[in-house]
């Protein structure tokens, strides 16, 4: 049986069979998993993670298709991380996003997985983010990782990705569908898919609006105004560059630029057609834009950085819950809980017994 070291370097190799059985061991929470992940660790990290999310039904499976198909067209390799819902009888995902992907099965300069939420609200797996880690210890460039369907709290898409494009679709029956609270506020990319709906302009501006309004109250005075519709089907050096350069985007200039300023104008809003790919270079070359003005700015290391502490303190809770789960510390637990509930103790006091008798391990 091949060693912890041996099976690392075929991972890093980018043997896919070794990648995908570490993932699994990931989400099912596998201790072999973790003297693996450890033996990845200390290569710097190179790939670009991008989240995909927004409401069920808004083309985030297609639009990531489309998507996988320029990047390999620029030679890239795409890992894919996409989230499904759980089964209720066996835990695991039940849309596989997989098939919706198959013309990508034969070509092994994508790797794809589902994942599944396994009743978490937060839009991702726990295994999210070790699994993207172990993609990039493997050689891919850009990691797309497809969120389940969000509502107003499932933001944790932004503790993993480097870029976070939203994706809304006209004719919900919602005006805003991204309008929740806190989901507005991770858009570094907003993209109105299926554009070729009536309403998609409306949407566009309604957003455009959300965000001028968000900009003017953090700068306490009024925003400029918003740029033109982006057009479907218009080459990305037409899109208007949300670092003021003017009518027309140059992605070269844009590049050239720099850092943007901490002020700089509003995230842009892109309008697409996945399903005939009609937008989809522009939002990738504005995908790649935000990363690299992070990255030349530092702004990157500091948004990994809070993903990083949010991961740590994931995986401190559920060590949390397993010492929990512990017949005698359980136990101590349930009798504090009876106390508490009889009113003999107070909720600090209880909550301060149990740390305690963590700390000293003694159970």
Do not use: C, W
């Not at 049986?1 to 990931?26: D, H, K």
């Not at 835990?91 to 013309?103: E, K, P, Q, W």
């Not at 270079?281 to 500091?302: K, M, N, Y």
Request: charged share 25%; proline share 4%; glycine share 10%.
């Amino acid at each position: 049986m091949a060693g912890v070291e041996e099976v690392a370097a075929r991972i890093m190799a980018g043997e896919m069979r070794s990648l995908a059985r570490l993932i699994t061991a990931l989400e099912n929470g596998d201790p072999a998993a973790i003297p693996l992940m450890k033996a990845l660790a200390g290569q710097p990290r190179r790939a670009q993670v991008v989240g995909i999310t927004g409401p069920p039904g808004s083309g985030k499976s297609t639009l990531v298709d489309k998507l996988i198909a320029v990047l390999r067209s620029r030679n890239l390799k795409v890992g894919v991380i996409a989230v499904d819902p759980s089964s209720p009888f066996t835990g695991g995902a039940i849309l596989g996003d997989r098939l919706r992907m198959n013309v990508h099965a034969t070509d092994e300069g994508v790797f794809i997985r589902s994942l599944a939420s396994r009743g978490r609200l937060g839009g991702l797996t726990r295994a999210t983010m070790s699994a993207a880690r172990a993609l990039d210890a493997a050689g891919y460039d850009i990691i797309l990782v497809e969120t389940v369907g969000v509502g107003q709290s499932e933001v944790e898409v932004i503790e993993v990705a480097d870029t976070v494009v939203l994706v809304a679709v006209p004719g919900l029956g919602d005006d805003i569908q991204v309008n929740k609270a806190g989901v507005m506020e991770i858009g570094d990319l907003f993209v109105v898919n299926k554009a070729d709906r009536d309403g998609a302009d409306r949407v566009v501006r309604e957003i455009r609006t959300m965000l001028e309004t968000a900009a003017a109250l953090k700068r306490n005075s009024l925003s400029e105004v918003a740029p033109v519709d982006t057009l479907v089907g218009r080459a990305g050096t037409e899109l208007r560059s949300h670092h003021g350069l003017g009518q027309d985007f140059d992605l070269e200039a844009h590049l050239a630029l720099g850092p943007a300023p901490a002020d700089y104008a509003l995230p842009p809003v892109v309008k697409t057609v996945a399903e005939t790919g009609e937008g989809v270079e522009a939002v990738l070359d504005l995908i790649l834009a935000h990363f690299h003005a992070q990255r030349e700015s530092g702004a990157l290391e500091l948004r990994r950085l809070k993903g990083a502490r949010r991961e740590i303190r994931n995986l401190l809770h559920e060590d949390l819950d397993r010492a929990l789960s512990l017949e005698a510390l359980g136990r101590q637990e349930e009798a504090l809980a009876l106390d508490l509930a009889r009113g003999k103790i107070d909720t600090q006091g209880a909550a301060e017994s149990l740390s305690a008798a963590l700390r000293k391990g003694g159970y």
